[in-house]
C-alpha cells in the first residue's frame, strides 16, 4: 500500500483552500491545518488536508505504548491526529474527575488515504486509493455554497466560575506560590452553551476569518469539531532537530494606531512580569528537551521575541536540540507533554492544583493537533484559542487561560482571559 502522488500549479490560492475545505468537510474524519500564509521562523507549509483513515488508533488507556506500537505499523505513511489534555494523567500519574461534555477521544491518530499539501502555489495530492488527478478534478468542481451553511447567532456563553470565585481562585493558587508548592500554573476556565446548532465548518471560517494564526485548524471526528485559532507551537521535528515555542507574555493591540500598537508591542516586551512567566516555561521547557536530546544540544534560539497576531501581540521564545537517535512522536510526548506553557512549575504539582481548582476537563484543548510525515518530520499545534462542539449533545465551549505567578494582579488575569476570547466570541455577536 503506497502512496500515489503529483503536483498541480494552482492560480488561485484562497479559492482553492476554500474548496478543499468544504470537499474534506463530506468525510467523517478530516483534519486541516492552515497556516494562514503567515512567514514566521520554522515555517512549515502553507496548508495540509488529511481525509479518509485507511488506520486508526483510538484508545482511552495505556497511550504511550498503544502509540508507539501504531507509529511502529505505520512507518512511510502519513499520520494526523490529536492528544488530549488528560493524557498528563497517565504520564504523571494524576486523575481527573471533572466533566467533559464535548468527549474527544484522548489520543487519537489516523493513516489517511488523502493528503494534499501546499507550499506556494503548488498543490501536491498523496493518494492511496484515487489517482490524484481524480481528487484534485472533484476539488476543483466542488460547489461553494455559503448560503446554505448559515449558523446559529447570538449564542451566549455561560461562565463555569463566576468572576468572583476566579478572582478568589487565583488569591488561593498564590499562596500556593508562596507556600513553595510551585513556581507558576496556567489556570483556564470554561465558557459554553448548550443546546445549540451551529455549522462547524462555516463558524470555522468566521473565526479565521476574524483570527487568522499559524497554527490553525479544522479537525473533525465524527460529531467531535475543533474549530482552532492557535498561535502556538507545540513542537517542530525537522530530521534529528526538534524545536518548541510557548507562549508566555499576552497584550492587546490597537489597530486604528500604528504608533500606539508599537508602543503596546514595547511594554509587552518589557514587562518583568511577563518575562518572568516566560522565562521560568523556557528553563522547564530546555529541561523536558534535554532528556531526548544529545548532551549539551539544547539551547535558548530566542529569548522574549515579540511577534503579532490579529487581536494581540504575544512573547514567544524559541529552544531547539538535536534528538537522540531512534526518538520518535511517542517519546517526544511522554518526555514533554503537557506543553509547559499550559501546565506550569514544576509540573506534576501544578497538574495536581489543576485538577483541584479547575473546574472542567480540558479535553482537547491544552492538548495537541498535528501531523507526522513519511520521512518522520512532524509539526504540532498547541490547542488554544478554539471553539469545540458536540453536534451529537449540541455542546458548544471554549476555554481560556493565563500563567499565574506570585506577582500577578487576578483583575488583569481575568481580562486577559477575555482578551483571548474576543474573537471566538465575535463570531457569534
Known sequence: MNYHQADFSIDNIIEFKQQVLYWANQFNICCCLDNHQYQLPHHSTEFLVAVNPVHELAIHHQFIDGLKEFLHLHQNYWLFGHVNFEVKDELFSTTSHHIDNIQFPPLYFFVPATVIELKKNIATIYCIHQQPTEIYQTIIHTNI????????????F?????????????????QHIQRGD???INFCQEFFAEDVIINPLFTYQQLAAISPNPFA???????HHLLCASPERYFKKEGNTIITQPIKGTIKRNITNKTLDNSLQQTLYNSQKDRSENVMIVDLMRNDLSKICTKGSVKVDELYGIYTFPQVHQMISTISGNLLPQINFADILQTTFPMGSMTGAPK??????TEQYEQTKRGIYSGTVGYIAPNGNADFNVVIRSLVYNALNKYLNYQVGGGITFYSNAVAEYEECLLKAAAMKKVFS
Open 145 to 156: 455554497d455559503n448560503n446554505s451553511y448559515a449558523t446559529s447567532q447570538n449564542i451566549s
Open 158 to 174: 455561560k461562565p463555569r466560575i463566576t468572576k468572583e470565585d476566579y478572582l478568589t481562585t487565583i488569591h488561593q493558587l498564590q
Open 182 to 184: 510551585c513556581y507558576e
Open 217 to 223: 485548524c479544522y479537525y473533525k471526528i465524527n460529531h
Open 348 to 353: 506534576k504539582r501544578v497538574l495536581e492544583l
